[in-house]
């Protein structure tokens, strides 16, 4: 289920690995440029969900704290003894903040959970997109701007997205809360301004859910703010985690483009 690191090699000593648990339908290549616009010292680890790509033979996970269970032993035999972050955005905040309630009960917590847009698990309030008809699925990921164009006007894309995506909508659907101890790790929440699931407004809750401390960042932007603010939210990452003096992603990709060494 852990997906090797975007970049080769393992994580050293003082260097942080960085789970990334991506939204509904994704996967690893939702964060295929963050290894290079990161700092070394981050290594980007995606994590993988079962009945997608290239774990088709696999049945989609039907409860979101039992897909965090069996997240939670590939994390922490991956991360080792290295200090490790979660992230996770959408779908992918409500499995991060569950795998690290269960990797704190073994004893192993992150350092760090980043949470991005989603509403804190105590408020989260499921919907039924899930029971929509193709086209009611098609009509509403079109509006919150994450799926390219070009995939929505492909029938032959569409029929291999639209049963995955109803599986993790189905996944968050079926999600309820239950009172957990706080976390000890603190919580950076980043959300988008015009995310029309998301209250900007009450992204401050996540706080409830910690004893170490809750930032709180809101960029301009719509659900997949991400997208466009790239470079904003990783530079958010490394003080985040514990990695500071270093150059910004918007350094790194100018050095990327003129063809530096990393």
């Known amino acids: 289920m852990v997906s090797p690191p975007l970049r080769g090699g393992g994580a050293g000593p003082g260097e942080v690995s960085l789970f990334c648990l991506p939204h509904a339908g994704a996967g690893p290549v939702a964060f295929r440029e963050w290894s290079t616009l990161l700092d070394p010292r981050i290594e980007v680890v995606p994590v993988q969900y079962p009945g997608r790509p290239p774990r088709l033979a696999e049945p989609p996970e ?54 991005s847009g989603q509403t804190a698990p105590h408020l989260y309030r499921p919907t039924r997109v899930h029971a929509l008809s193709d086209d009611g699925l098609v009509d509403h990921i079109s509006r919150l701007e994450g799926t390219p164009k070009d995939v929505l006007a492909n029938p032959s894309l569409l029929e291999l997205l639209l049963p995955v ?98």
């Open 62 to 115: 039907t409860s979101l704290k039992r897909l965090a269970m069996r997240l939670a032993g590939p994390v922490a035999e991956r991360a080792a003894d290295v200090p490790y972050a979660l992230f996770g955005h959408s779908m992918g905040a409500l499995v991060a903040y569950e795998v690290a309630c269960a990797l704190t009960r073994l004893g192993r917590p992150p350092v760090r959970l980043l949470v």
């Open 165 to 262: 995506l109803r599986a993790d909508f189905a996944l968050c659907e079926s999600y309820v809360y239950t009172d957990t101890p706080l976390l000890g790790a603190g919580i950076t929440v980043l959300g988008g301004t015009d995310d029309p699931g998301v209250d900007p407004e009450l992204l401050d809750r996540w706080g409830d859910l910690t004893e170490g401390g809750c930032d709180v960042r809101v960029f301009p932007g719509g659900h997949f703010y991400l997208v466009e603010q790239q470079l904003s939210v990783l530079e958010l990452i490394g003080p985040a985690v514990g990695v500071t003096d270093v150059p910004t992603p918007a350094d790194r990709r100018e050095t990327e483009r003129r063809g530096g060494v990393r």
